[in-house]
C-alpha cells in the first residue's frame, strides 16, 4: 500500500474544518499543515501538534506537501492556488472556484501552463445519486432532453445573518447555494447557453436576493427553470431531500425534474417514468426506483483527489470546468440586473477575461 499523501489545509474556518475531518480518516492521505491567519486557526494547529503558517507563500517556503485544499474566502481562492501551482502543488479549492470569471481564468491558465492538476470543490458530482443521474441521462435512458425543473426552497435561521457578509451582494442563495444545482444540473444534462432571471429582496429586505427565478436554455435544445428562496419553511431542497449532509433533516420530496423524449427522472429518489408499449396521456406509467449504495462526498473528493495526484485518476472536475460553471452564475447576474436573455459564450467570456 502506498504511504499515505501530506496534504495541507488552507483556511480552517466552516468548511476548511470539514475537510480537516475527512483528512484525520482518510486512508489515503494526512493533514501536513494548517495555513490560515486567525488566531483561532493558530490555536487549532498547536492543538493537535499540526505544522501551522500564517499564509500559503510562508508554508511553501518551508514545505512542500503533495497536495493542498484551498477553503479560504472567496478572493483568496485564486491567489492561494496559484502560489501552490508555481510550486508544482496540486490543489482542490472549494466552490466557487474564484470570485469571478476574469479571476478564475487565471487558474485555468495557470493549470494550462504548468500541468499541475486544479480540482474544483463541486463535491456533489461525487453523490452516487448524480453520478446514476448522469449515466441514465447521458446513455439516453429518458431519450433526448425536453425540460428540467430545479427547486431550492429552503428556511435559513435569522441568525444566519448576524455575519454581514451574506446580508450584501454576492451572500444570497445563488452564489452561494445555486451554484452546487448549476453544477449538478451541467454534469448530468450538459451545458447551459443562454439564461434569464429575476431577483428578489422583498421577504427580508436586505441588499441582496432572498427569492429568485430562473430560465435555462441547454445547447442541447432542452429548456430549464430554477426556482430559488432561502426564505420558505419547504422541503424542496438537494439539502432536505437527498440525505447527502446529516446535519439536515431529510425529508421526501424531489428538487430535480428532469424530462425526455422516452421517459422522465426525480432525484434525489431516482424514480424513472416511462410508457411501455404505446405512449400518450391515456396510458399508464410506469414508475421504476433505482438504488445506489450511499457515499460521502466529501470524503469520496478527498480520496480521488488523492487518485489524481497519484495519476490513476482523470479529474471528475477542473478549473476550466468549474470555470464555465462560474460564468453561468455570472449570466444570472447579468440577466436579474438588465432584465434580458443572457447568452452565454462560454470560449469567448474566457477569451475576454
Known sequence: MSAKLNIALVGAGL????????????????????????????????????????????????????????????????????????????????????????????????????????LAGHHRRHNPIVKAARKIVQDGGIGRLVAISSLFLIRKPDDYFDVAWRREAGGGPVLINLIHDIDNLRFICGEIDAVQAMNSNATRGFAVEDTAALTFRFTNGALGTATVSDATPAPWSWELTSGENKAYPQRDGHCYLIAGSEGSLSLPKLELWRYEGKQGWWEPLLRESRAVAPVEPLAEQLRHFCAVIRGTEQAITDAADATRTLAVVEAIGEAARHGHLVSIDHQARAQAA
Open 15 to 118: 468548511i476548511g474544518r470539514a475537510h480537516l475531518q475527512r483528512l484525520d480518516i482518510s486512508a489515503d492521505c494526512t493533514c501536513a499543515a494548517i495555513c490560515d491567519p486567525t488566531d483561532a486557526a493558530r490555536a487549532l494547529a498547536a492543538e493537535r501538534g499540526t505544522p501551522w503558517f500564517a499564509s500559503p507563500e510562508a508554508m511553501l517556503a518551508a514545505i512542500t506537501p503533495d497536495g493542498a485544499i484551498i477553503a479560504t474566502p472567496n478572493v483568496l481562492h485564486v491567489p492561494g492556488a496559484l502560489a501552490c501551482l508555481e510550486a508544482g502543488v496540486p490543489v482542490l479549492v472549494e466552490k466557487p472556484l474564484a470570485e469571478s470569471v476574469a479571476s478564475a481564468q487565471r487558474l485555468v491558465e495557470a493549470q494550462a501552463r504548468t500541468g499541475i492538476p486544479v
